[in-house]
Nanobody
Framework: QVQLVESGGGLVQPGGSLNLSCTVSGIIFRDYDMGWYRQAPGKQRELVAA???????NYGDSGKGRVTIFRDNDKNTMYLRMNSLKPEDTAVYYC?????????WGQGTQVTVSS
């Protein structure tokens, strides 16, 4: 059974930082391209950042300059470091794994940026 489990979400003040983790089981983690997406109420899901099997990062417009993505293949875990958070970063953040046409999603973790 494939599982992608996100953690690290929560309430943070504007300007603050947050670290998200996605721990994966049931697949060969190192064979998958990974990514973080987010979905705010009433909006489409959008890419925050992705990292390839070869550890090449790719940042969406919403994350450029404020987020860092990295992965630890030994721990089957992907991370997202977010800085200078704004209220508009409030969303459910989802972990995504893809290998060719195979893809898997996590259940999401809520991030709320508010004072």
């Amino acid at each position: 059974q494939v599982q992608l489990v996100e953690s690290g979400g929560g309430l943070v003040q504007p300007g603050g930082s947050l670290n998200l983790s996605c721990t994966v089981s049931g697949i060969i983690f190192r064979d998958y391209d990974m990514g973080w997406y987010r979905q705010a109420p009433g909006k489409q899901r959008e890419l925050v950042a992705a990292i390839s099997r070869g550890r090449r990062p790719n940042y969406g417009d919403s994350g450029k300059g404020r987020v860092t993505i990295f992965r630890d293949n030994d721990k089957n875990t992907m991370y997202l470091r977010m800085n200078s958070l704004k209220p508009e970063d409030t969303a459910v953040y989802y972990c995504h794994a893809q290998r060719g046409r195979l893809e898997h999603w996590g259940q999401g973790t809520q991030v709320t940026v508010s004072s």
